[in-house]
């Protein structure tokens, strides 16, 4: 399972491929808070420019993820539309693995704290209620105020 360009194909000029693989290619089973749903969908352009392999494209997933204000898992697509890589081909080689760049591609294109909805309340702090279904009767004014009396601090 994985993600290749043919040079025997793209010698005879510009070729366009596309197609999915299932998400295991993206090796992220083993990740807490995230899990691939379905396909890695992808689009390129792959030419040679001399010894070099140009691809562009498009690279897509859908992911179930956990919401890192209210815990609950939701469904999110992510994509890199913009995705360019450059790979020198040697001699005799016969395919080009883009397996490696495509996983980048789709990690970087994952937010770093996933959020279910912009507004998302998340959890109390104190009683661990999930205040986007209920509110909770805890206060909310903070503890002890050990920091409090930095406030009044004026820096020049």
Same mark, same amino acid.
């Given at each position: 399972?994985?993600?290749?360009?043919? =040079? &025997?194909?793209?010698?005879? %000029?510009?070729?366009?491929?596309?197609?999915?693989?299932?998400? /295991? *290619?993206?090796?992220?089973? @083993?990740?807490?808070?995230?899990?691939?749903?379905?396909?890695?969908?992808?689009?390129?352009?792959?030419?040679?420019?001399?010894?070099?392999?140009?691809?562009?494209?498009?690279?897509?997933?859908?992911?179930?993820l956990q919401c890192?204000?209210? =815990? &609950?898992?939701?469904?999110? %697509?992510?994509?890199?539309?913009?995705?360019?890589?450059?790979? /020198? *081909?040697?001699?005799?080689? @016969?395919?080009?693995?883009?397996?490696?760049?495509?996983?980048?591609?789709?990690?970087?294109?994952?937010?770093?704290?996933?959020?279910?909805?912009?507004?998302c309340k998340g959890?109390?702090?104190?009683c661990g209620q999930?205040?986007?279904?209920?509110?909770?009767?805890?206060?909310?004014?903070?503890?002890?105020?050990?920091?409090?009396?930095?406030?009044? *601090?004026?820096?020049?």
């Amino acid at each position: 399972m994985a993600i290749t360009i043919d =040079i &025997a194909a793209v010698r005879g %000029g510009r070729r366009e491929w596309e197609g999915h693989e299932d998400g /295991a *290619v993206l090796g992220l089973a @083993e990740e807490k808070g995230l899990r691939v749903n379905g396909a890695v969908m992808y689009r390129f352009t792959a030419e040679l420019a001399g010894n070099d392999l140009i691809v562009r494209g498009r690279v897509s997933a859908e992911f179930v993820l956990q919401c890192s204000r209210c =815990i &609950a898992f939701f469904t999110l %697509g992510v994509e890199d539309d913009d995705m360019l890589q450059c790979y /020198a *081909v040697r001699a005799g080689e @016969e395919f080009v693995d883009l397996t490696d760049d495509v996983r980048e591609a789709i990690i970087l294109a994952l937010p770093s704290h996933p959020v279910c909805m912009p507004d998302c309340k998340g959890l109390c702090p104190r009683c661990g209620q999930d205040l986007n279904k209920r509110s909770c009767g805890c206060s909310r004014t903070p503890g002890n105020g050990r920091w409090n009396a930095l406030d009044g *601090v004026e820096l020049s």
